[in-house]
C-alpha cells in the first residue's frame, strides 16, 4: 500500500510540474489549489518535498512572463507554509525555496479587472495581509530547523528586517514571530556580518 501510494504521489507531482507550463492561468491556479490540498496532510510531506522546490521555482519563474493570480500566490505560499510546519524545513530551504517565497509575496500582484477599485483594495490588502503573516511564520520554521546560513544569504533576514518597520507598534504576536528568527538566525555567528548589512 505504501508503494503503491509513493508511487501515486510521484505520478501527480510530475503531471502537476508539466502542467505549471501551461499558458493558461486557470490550469495553473488549479496546479496551486492541487499542491495546496496535498500539502494539508502531513504524511504527503516525506514525498512533497521531493518535488515541491523545483514545481514552486517553475511557478514563481512565470512572473517574468505572465503575472501569477492572487490566489495562486495565496495558496503556493500557504503549501510552504504547511511545509515549513513539518521535518521538511531544511530539504526546503537548500531547494532554493526561500528566494520563491519571498518573490510570491514581495512583488507586485496583478490586478482583477471584474471587481471595483474599492472591492480590488480591500481584497488586495486582504490577501496581502495573509501572505505576509503566512510568510513570517514560513521564516521563523526555516529560521529554528533550516540551515541559518542559507536563510540569510537568500534574503530572509533583509525580509524581516522590513516586517519590523511594517508591524511596529500594531501587531506584537508577529513582531514576537519575527524577534524569535532573527534571534535564532544570529545563533551562528557566520551570519553576524550579512545580517548586519541587511539592517538587523
Known amino acids: 500500500e505504501r508503494t503503491r501510494r509513493l508511487s501515486v504521489m510521484h505520478g501527480a507531482m510530475g503531471v502537476l510540474y508539466e502542467l505549471a507550463n501551461s499558458p493558461s492561468s486557470n490550469i495553473v491556479d488549479k496546479v496551486s489549489k492541487c499542491l495546496y490540498l ?63 517565497v519571498l518573490q510570491l509575496c514581495f512583488e507586485d500582484e496583478g490586478v482583477d479587472t471584474n471587481s471595483s477599485s474599492s472591492e480590488r483594495n480591500s481584497s488586495n490588502k486582504d490577501n496581502d495581509m495573509i501572505r505576509t503573516i503566512d510568510l513570517i511564520t514560513i521564516l521563523a520554521n526555516f529560521s529554528h530547523t533550516g540551515n541559518t546560513a ?11 528586517v522590513s516586517l519590523v518597520q511594517q508591524f511596529r507598534g500594531t501587531n506584537k504576536s508577529q513582531n514576537g514571530r519575527i524577534s524569535c528568527a532573527l534571534r535564532n538566525l544570529t545563533c551562528y555567528l557566520g551570519n553576524a556580518k550579512r545580517m548586519v548589512e541587511d539592517g538587523v
Open 38 to 100: 496535498y500539502c494539508t496532510d502531513s504524511s504527503n510531506h516525506s514525498i512533497l518535498v521531493k518535488h515541491v522546490g523545483s514545481l514552486i521555482t517553475r511557478l514563481a519563474n512565470r512572473t517574468n512572463k505572465t503575472k501569477l493570480s492572487l490566489i495562486c500566490r495565496r495558496l503556493l505560499v500557504r503549501s510552504i507554509c504547511l511545509m515549513s510546519s513539518s521535518s521538511c524545513c531544511r530539504s526546503l530551504v537548500e531547494d532554493n525555496i526561500v528566494p520563491c
Open 150 to 160: 542559507r536563510l540569510v544569504r537568500d534574503g530572509a533576514c533583509g525580509a524581516l
